[in-house]
């Protein structure tokens, strides 16, 4: 048994939104694979309070196109929804890979790609491939609708520009930052399985003839929150890809990121990894293989 | 707080007063004395206490009770036969010596039957991924693999 | 007596059961009144509870009483789940209370809540205020042997035991030898991660006594342990052990039965339920001991050993649990493994204020093949010699006595173990493909370890075997043992033996789906690789006692048409036979029913066999392991990995290749990725659930090769050896080994993490 005082399942954004703001104690509750595991852990600000379930408003769920040809993904899409998605398939596959390095089948099926970003883990799977996608926050509170670039949306560890009384709603993909893009991502753990990223890198390329005419390039625990390898990304800019070159990104990298010592890793081996893990992805993405 | 929920429990539909407290495994262990579902975790980490909700294995640990709501639920008593037969995963899992302590069957019988429903040709590598989500620390996986193996492989014959 | 059964695969009779979720576990078991116990525990790693105020959680609703200290009896007793020893020199340290408050660990048992439900108990531990006087904490056997170390056992100088075995000459071994050998390593604390969490329910019963029903390997060990707990007779306590989801040793150590009787003591005798979290099983039941090793051997220069000397430091943790004999079952098995005419074998046993460390699978044993199959490497690497040659040289061999246990082994096929393995691994061809394609950021290389074992414990203590057989009144056999079914699978293997040795089928043997302790057949349990060996013995006996008293009972009672002797009869496939001509006298169900209800001479067949075992025999068996190594991140993937085991006759080849894969993937993990690790600030745990702790997924163990060298060994009563804890014990070291083949750099202690091989590699270590 959890230690909660009440449920209240929202069948609506509008009711959600309402819920939370008359009520003080109230705290959203997804999938669950977050929430409930902090309650268990009878973690401060977990216990005792007043749920409110969001994975029966139709108005999250989903992936699909918008009139400009954006992709909206519901937050609680699933994270086997986001897998094997065809949209997400077609444009944005590495976010497809991303959220399958997820937990195991269970973890997968529960677990929302809205709860993944709004619980400001660093290690987030998914997260890495949103920055690098420059992902787009939708948010709905009682003041209405707002949007927020993901880069922004991320204040520190566990700590995310959502309000108290507000709901994140979807997350957006703008076509100009798929279109014409290859993706990959790669989960460094030390399991295959049921695993939380030592490091995690997605990274988002497009060729301009044999030159990179865009790259980015995001990480997930190369610091408090997820980040973006900007100077690479900048020095990248109208590079062939040879070996050298790739090298020099992978540690031009070293300059935006600051991994630390934890007792899951050093940061020195950390760093190895975010030397190692862009220059494999882009070879992966541009479908050089590994 | 209790909370009336209507679910459909092993082919039953049920109407039960649960707990908003209840974690799914809670109310399938102690309100309704399943016990086939076991808890090794409570946190969704080890997969002994998955059941199939709407077709999809889940860890009833991490479930609330008042999400069941509407649901269809099956557990490892459910997967077996009306009449007490086994059905062909549990069969193999048997045949193929998957069993030792026997705490993580259940689970891993729920997942397997996900997973070959979901994939009915799965590659070794996807079996592998597709019961990721359940723990054994007895047989080292080999013949739960197996046994997952010959089940499809035998569906395939059938075909 | 011909074996029908015996070396079949023949299926468990609880497979159905467990596949099904039908089979009861112990917290399966309806309760009609049932109350819950949560334990609070300390939050500091050492010092003393100066005060605990418990009325803000005393006020909780649903709270029914808390416990502490002083509630519970001032006795101190042992946890082992050793046989108890008559003998005062080697009886177990009983540093125990069942609630303390001296905190000798992060999350010791200092208070625990009773309410009548697991969240009540739970919010009410979290309202329990302590106060503490803090001490100095130590984590490893270095600080807690540093001068002037605070004691963690009053008058214990932080030290259980520090012992010296040993045969030869050491200095005129040294002397001998050609050239000479050192190295040092340091084994990991891991976790058992046996699926199901320890649990245990207390009541008082109708007849006025204390029944625990709990999740053990070891029943009856656990009553005598009740009984030293309470300073009461042990006949005041009953054991009942439903199924167990798995053990590997961690419940091989009373852990929480004590606490959860007197919480039913506490309240009049209802029944409460103790169910551990895993987080509290992975930091606050047992674990594995930690060791390190310093060796130094001299060695001819055709490479055969002249002496040995090993220096082994083991981390005990907070409480000695099983203590010394972990660390000290190293020099016998050193000597098991190799001939060493000049050795000593220093171990020390000491207090740290990490979790307590017990039995677990391999018992010492994975510790000691780690360091001496890394040790063979070096030495191999060193001077060149084919690393199959420098053992093989060394290993010991048939009708050898073992120096150090004063054992002689009887069957030994290491050397066969080779051969047939360098034949299922295609080990040549692997060699030869490697050689040929190196470099690269991703290489290959290849590893061996060899490892020696015991069956059973003895001549380290006393080892007795109980079995039950009754005949029914239609010929099928009631079986009761008092060892005890954890999953392996034993019920199965005496059921074989059972069915063979009478001559009945198979499906005529009942086993029990509990073991209590009230009708059980006295046996100490499962550990030590004991239970088809030992156990076996006395199910042998009872089998043959009963097919004994089975013969004269029909020649008694159709001696007037059936002119055969007792001597001329024979039972097979469940018909009483004429031996010259095979003809069926009768059926063994129409004997069972005279047996049962002829009016005049009619008396039921039993036998009713306590055995004493007095014998050893040593299993062996190999790894060899094919690595691949990503020298830009460290990951290693394993390409393959085999073990073959001798281990004599097997019984039931499926049960058998089960324990085998389920101990190489253990020892997948031991070598690769498992490490309980503890913060050094604070003492805490970091990693005590099954998210950080990494434990292998089906993702993570590749596929397993089994093979067996089924040579009998006469000593065992089947032919058979011991099979369960071996299989862990050579995979760590033949992976390392592999690891530093590929890499031709030095990778010392297990787990060889990635992190660990990208700072080798960045030093460039030599080997």
Redo the contacts between chains.
């Keep these: 048994?959890?230690?909660?005082?009440?449920?209240f399942?929202a069948s609506t954004i509008k009711e959600a939104v309402d819920y939370l703001k008359e009520n003080e104690n109230s705290q959203i509750?997804a999938g669950?694979?977050d929430v409930?595991?902090k309650t268990?852990e009878?973690k401060s600000g977990y216990v005792d309070k007043d749920?409110v379930?969001i994975?029966r408003i139709t108005e999250l769920h989903g992936i699909s196109y918008d009139e400009s040809g954006n992709i909206l993904i519901g937050s609680t899409a699933t994270f086997?929804e986001v897998e094997k998605n065809e949209i997400i398939l077609k444009n944005i596959s590495s976010l497809s890979t991303a959220v399958g390095s997820i937990?195991?089948?269970?973890?997968r099926?529960?677990g929302t790609i809205g709860g993944n970003v709004a619980n400001g883990a660093t290690s987030a799977d998914s997260a890495s491939s949103l920055f690098a996608m420059d992902a787009i926050i939708l948010i709905e509170g009682p003041a209405g609708k707002r949007e927020i670039p993901i880069k922004e949306f991320y204040l520190g560890p566990g700590k995310v520009a959502l309000n108290r009384d507000e709901l994140m709603t979807h997350i957006k993909i703008e076509k100009k930052n798929f279109e014409g893009y290859k993706g990959h991502y790669i989960k460094?753990s030390?399991?295959?399985?049921?695993?939380?990223a030592?490091l995690g890198c997605s990274i988002m390329v497009k060729m301009d003839g044999n030159k990179i005419g865009d790259l980015k390039i995001a990480y997930g625990v190369a610091g408090p929150t997820p980040i973006r390898a900007t100077e690479a990304e900048l020095m990248a800019k109208g590079m062939e890809i040879t070996t050298e070159n790739l090298d020099k990104i992978g540690e031009k990298c070293l300059e935006n990121a600051s991994a630390r010592d934890s007792?899951?890793?050093?940061k020195?081996?950390r760093q190895?990894?975010i030397r190692?893990?862009p220059k494999r992805a882009i070879k992966i993405a541009l479908g050089g293989g590994e | 707080m209790l909370k009336t929920i209507n679910c459909k429990i092993n082919g039953r539909d049920m109407e039960l007063q649960v707990d908003i407290r209840e974690s799914l495994l809670d109310m399938l262990r102690d309100r309704l004395h399943l016990t086939g579902t076991k808890q090794g975790c409570g946190v969704g980490e080890c997969g002994a206490c998955a059941v199939l909700i709407d077709g999809q294995t889940l860890d009833s640990c991490i479930y609330m009770a008042v999400w069941a709501d509407g649901k269809e639920i099956v557990t490892i008593e459910g997967i077996t036969n009306d009449d007490g037969s086994l059905s062909d995963i549990q069969h193999n899992f048997v045949d193929k010596g998957a069993i030792q302590c026997g705490f993580c069957t259940p689970g891993f019988v729920v997942s397997a039957t996900a997973l070959l429903e979901e994939k009915p040709n799965p590659t070794k590598a996807e079996i592998r991924r597709g019961l990721s989500g359940n723990l054994c620390r007895c047989t080292g996986y080999t013949k739960i693999l197996d046994a997952v193996e010959s089940t499809a492989e035998q569906r395939g014959n059938k075909k | 007596m011909e074996h029908k059964v015996i070396g079949k695969s023949v299926e468990r009779w609880d497979a159905i059961a467990k596949v099904t979720g039908r089979a009861n576990y112990t917290g399966d078991i309806p309760q009609k009144e049932l109350l819950y116990g949560k334990i609070c525990r300390a939050k500091i790693a050492h010092g003393k509870v100066k005060s605990m105020d418990i009325s803000e959680a005393l006020k909780v609703p649903g709270v029914v009483k808390i416990l502490t200290p002083d509630d519970v009896p001032e006795i101190s007793f042992p946890t082992a789940g050793h046989p108890y020893s008559l003998d005062s020199r080697y009886v177990d340290v009983a540093d125990r209370r069942i609630l303390t408050r001296n905190v000798r660990l992060y999350g010791d048992e200092i208070a625990a809540v009773i309410a009548d439900s697991e969240l009540a108990a739970e919010i009410a531990v979290s309202k329990i205020k302590v106060e503490y006087e803090e001490y100095e904490f130590y984590l490893s056997t270095e600080e807690a042997l540093k001068e002037g170390a605070v004691e963690i056992h009053e008058g214990s100088k932080n030290i259980i035991a520090d012992t010296i075995n040993g045969t030869g000459d050491l200095e005129a071994g040294f002397k001998d030898a050609d050239f000479i050998v050192e190295d040092v390593c340091a084994t990991p604390i891991v976790q058992h991660c046996q699926m199901e969490n320890q649990i245990a329910y207390a009541y008082k019963d109708v007849d006025n006594r204390w029944v625990c029903v709990s999740s053990t390997q070891i029943p009856h060990i656990c009553r005598r342990i009740l009984g030293q707990a309470f300073g009461m007779p042990w006949g005041k306590f009953r054991v009942i052990k439903p199924f167990i989801g798995g053990g590997f040793g961690n419940k091989q150590d009373i852990t929480i039965e004590p606490l959860a009787v007197a919480m039913s003591m506490a309240v009049g005798g209802k029944a409460v339920m103790l169910d551990l979290h895993r987080e509290e099983v992975f930091a606050w039941t047992r674990v594995r001991h930690a060791i390190s090793y310093k060796i130094k051997m001299g060695f001819t220069k055709d490479g055969l050993i002249t002496a040995a000397d090993i220096d082994a430091i083991s981390n005990n943790g907070a409480y000695a649990s099983h203590g010394h004999s972990v660390v000290a079952k190293g020099g016998g098995i050193t000597t098991a493994l190799y001939k060493i005419p000049n050795f000593r074998y220093r171990s020390r046993t000491v207090y740290t204020n990490t979790a307590a460390a017990g039995a677990m699978r391999g018992y010492g044993t994975p510790q000691i093949i780690y360091a001496l199959e890394t040790f063979m490497n070096k030495v191999s690497m060193q001077t060149g010699i084919d690393q199959f040659e420098l053992r093989e040289k060394n290993f010991t061999k048939v009708n050898d006595e073992n120096p150090l246990l004063h054992m002689t082994q009887h069957s030994m096929s290491l050397r066969e173990c080779f051969e047939k393995g360098k034949e299922v691994f295609k080990w040549d061809e692997k060699r030869k493909f490697i050689d040929e394609n190196k470099g690269g950021d991703y290489v290959k290389g290849l590893g061996i370890a060899a490892f020696a074992y015991t069956s059973g414990a003895y001549p380290k203590t006393m080892e007795i075997g109980g079995c039950r057989l009754i005949l029914n009144q239609d010929g099928s056999i009631k079986m009761m043992v008092g060892a005890t079914e954890i999953g392996q699978g034993s019920d199965a293997v005496f059921s074989q033996m059972v069915a063979d040795t009478v001559g009945v089928p198979y499906e005529w043997i009942i086993a029990d789906a509990v073991t209590d302790t009230d009708i059980a057949p006295f046996d100490t349990g499962a550990y030590a690789s004991r239970q088809t060996f030992v156990s076996g013995m006395a199910v042998k006996k009872a089998a043959l006692e009963l097919k004994g008293k089975i013969l004269e009972a029909s020649y008694h009672f159709s001696k007037r048409t059936n002119k055969v002797t007792v001597d001329d009869m024979d039972i097979v496939d469940g018909n009483i036979i004429q031996k010259h001509d095979g003809q069926i006298i009768e059926g063994l169900g129409d004997l069972a029913l005279n047996t049962y209800y002829n009016m005049h001479e009619g008396h039921c067949l039993t036998a009713d066999v306590s055995n004493r075992c007095t014998k050893n025999a040593y299993p062996y068996g190999i790894t060899m392991a094919e690595v691949e190594v990503d020298k830009k991140t460290g990951k290693v993937e394993v390409l393959s990995i085999l073990n073959v085991h001798d281990s004599g006759r097997i019984i039931n080849p499926i049960l058998a290749e089960g324990q085998v894969e389920g101990g190489m993937a253990q020892g997948l993990g031991y070598g690769l990725a498992e490490e309980l690790k503890y913060d050094a600030k604070t003492g805490k745990p970091l990693n005590n659930n099954l998210l950080d702790y990494k434990m292998p997924t089906s993702m993570d163990v590749p596929d397993l090769s089994v093979a067996f060298v089924e040579i009998d060994d006469p000593v065992g009563p089947y032919g058979n050896k011991s099979l369960g804890e071996p299989p862990l014990c050579s995979p760590a070291p033949a992976l390392r080994n592999a690891i530093i083949d590929a890499l031709g750099i030095y990778v010392k202690d297990i787990p060889v993490t990635p992190q660990k091989i990208i700072e080798a590699l960045s030093e460039n270590r030599e080997v």
Aim: aromatic residues 12%.
């Design positions: 048994m959890y230690q909660i005082n009440g449920y399942e509750i669950g694979s409930l595991i268990r009878r749920l379930g994975m086997t937990g195991g089948p269970q973890i099926n529960i460094f030390q399991r295959k399985a049921m695993d939380i030592t007792w899951r890793a050093s020195a081996f190895q990894l190692e893990l």
